[in-house]
């Protein structure tokens, strides 16, 4: 059965308050994996000019993990700080009832019009659309994560907000690299079974993970250290100052220090 994480919002409408149901999908949830899948490859399918190498992409569990995690940080910034492999695209919503997976999907999407393929050139921000299409990334991985207090470095980071997360790999977005071939006919140049454009492969589709292993444990947020930093390592250096000073003291007791 598919799980979902409901959180009980107010929304102003006309002045009046009513009671807002907002559901934020699970990494799990059954639906929302279909959702990013289908809508990541209704785009590859779509791209023009046509490609002859677009494979299809298929959920990767511990790349939604991923995107999970660093959605949980409610931070919108560059790419994961402690490995340079896991490519993301993000977006926010304010306020949380307009989050919808597949329209922000379409907004990564939407950037093809800042795009120019024969040059690889763009004139606007272009770079979310290039991943969503890039035909060498087979795996997808997305996340939602609702923000109390806001997202940060968002011109909402006061307000309750949602930040959607989607890693891939492999990665695409390589310097001098178009995203995708157009030589020949569809799939043709690529192995498998030609599917609405795309090839497929069952092989490569029945991995389940991406040999992406990240423990998140390992490191913590920035703002966690200060807290343990506070909380901990303070009182300690406290301690051992009270001691060092009554360690001098007992060695050299008609020593009178003065500030």
Known sequence: MASAVKTLLWAWVIGKSVVSLVTIPEITD???I?????????????????????????WDKDLSVTAREWA??????????????????????????LFNASVAI?????????????SDTCTDVCDHYKQVVWATTTKVGCAAHLCPNG????????????????????AGIINGAQPYRTEGKFCSGCEGVCVEKLCRRRERESLQSSDVDIDWDSFQNPTD???????IIRPLGLVATLAAAYGFHHLYP???CYE
């Open 106 to 118: 379409q907004n990564w999407v939407d950037e093809n019009r800042n795009y120019d393929y024969d």
């Open 72 to 97: 949980r940080r409610c931070l919108v910034g560059p790419t994961h700080p402690n490995f340079s492999f896991v490519i993301e695209n993000l977006w926010t919503v304010y306020p949380p009832t």
């Open 254 to 256: 008609n020593i009178f």
């Open 225 to 231: 250290f200060d807290y343990r930093r506070i909380l």
């Open 30 to 32: 059954e639906s929302f």
């Open 151 to 170: 997202v940060q470095t968002t011109n909402f980071a006061d307000k309750e907000g949602v930040i959607f997360v989607c890693n891939y790999a492999p």
């Open 34 to 58: 279909d959702e990013c899948v289908r809508g990541h490859n209704r785009a590859r399918s779509s791209v023009r000019p046509a490609a002859s190498d677009m494979l299809y992409m298929t």
